[in-house]
């Protein structure tokens, strides 16, 4: 999630309406577009939850995109302040070209 908000997700609208009601227009990233990722489950019981089961996957998107940005400034030089940064070699790797947008980032 964090890393298709960071490189590609961009929902578009005119006049507060959306300029399309297709989901495949929102650039989110697919399974077959991400890129291998470790996870290391580490499991702690909860008494609170069903099962032991909580609800914090979504606090690690909050960072996402930042150290996406950080990561890319260290690897070409380009500082990038909107999203999505899909003029990235990132973006370019991990979304097919047919769903990309050209965006404009700011350089310093």
Known sequence: MGL???LSENFTSTDGRPDSLLLRDLGILRAKDMPQVDVILIEVP????????????????VPTAGAVAGALY???GVRRFRLPMDDAPAAAASVPKSRRKASVHAKT
């Open 4 to 6: 298709g908000y960071a």
């Open 46 to 61: 909860d008494e609170v939850g069903g099962y032991g089961a909580k609800g914090v996957g979504e606090i690690g998107c």
């Open 74 to 76: 260290s690897y070409d």
